[in-house]
């Protein structure tokens, strides 16, 4: 798995930079109640979105939470006061805290069904009853394109910890009830032969350890793709939406 923070520096430009997180910050903010007031954006990374959230809708006040430092770090500097460094298994907040909860990029990470479990549940708990929480699912499918990297790519092993089925499963499970869905493009992201090399080198691919047999032979027929540099088609990311029942809805 990547070091998030020895990839904090590099992290918003190998990644889509502002035009991607624009286009997360719109999706997440289409899916929360008009009235909402109180947001929480576990692991915001470097803020770059979370600081769209906190500017797309007036009134709207956000706490980002992250647990790499240099990650945390970066977001303080775009969201001063707002951010705290913390686990998201175990987040520091009372229960019904918020109005929403989002996590954007994170549950692909789960390094098991028990950490994804409990990731959710603590998403449900410091969400107030009327309250959404709204999430990425199905994150390396959304980079399955159609393209000869994905061909490639196809027959390494699965690994899906924040599969849609799964993460409603978890939802359900902490007595949310599913309340929509969104899509937003990757812009910037579309990978590259050369690139995707160079992701599996650094961990991209938890299946793939750099440095493995396995991860040579891979690296060896992306290597051998034609047109090294050109990227491919950018991926489109899905969300998914949950509410927490009781309460008045915060546009009530």
């Not at 904090?8 to 889509?16: E, V």
């Not at 624009?22 to 954006?41: C, I």
């Not at 770090?73 to 969201?79: D, E, F, M, P």
Request: proline share 8%.
């Amino acid at each position: 798995m990547l070091d998030y923070d020895r990839e904090a520096g590099c992290y918003d430009a190998s990644r889509g930079g502002e035009p991607r997180a624009a286009a997360a910050a719109e999706a997440v903010l289409a899916l929360l109640p008009e009235g909402t007031r109180r947001l929480l954006d576990v692991a915001c990374g470097t803020g770059i979105v979370t600081r769209r959230l906190a500017a797309g809708r007036d009134g709207l006040r956000v706490t980002g939470v992250d647990l790499a430092a240099a990650m945390a770090r970066q977001a303080a500097v775009r969201l001063p006061g707002a951010v705290v460094r913390a686990d998201s298994r175990r987040l520091p907040f009372r229960d019904g805290e918020f109005d929403a909860v989002s996590s954007v990029w994170l549950l692909h990470l789960a390094a098991s069904d028990a950490d994804g479990r409990a990731i959710v549940a603590e998403c449900a708990r410091v969400l107030r009853p009327g309250g959404v929480y709204v999430t990425t699912v199905d994150k390396a499918a959304a980079h399955n394109v159609g393209s000869d990297i994905d061909a490639v790519l196809a027959s390494r092993p699965p690994s899906a910890p924040d599969a849609a089925a799964l993460v409603e499963s978890y939802a359900v499970g902490s007595g949310l009830l599913p309340a929509g869905r969104g899509r937003f493009p990757g812009r910037g992201q579309g990978r590259s032969p050369r690139r995707t090399v160079a992701d599996l080198r650094r961990g991209w691919f938890v299946t793939l350890p750099p440095g493995e047999p396995i991860a040579q032979t891979f690296a060896a027929r992306l290597a051998a793709l034609p047109d090294q540099d050109r990227p491919r088609p950018d991926p489109w990311f899905t969300l998914r939406a949950y509410r927490k029942p009781g309460g008045a809805p915060a546009d009530a």
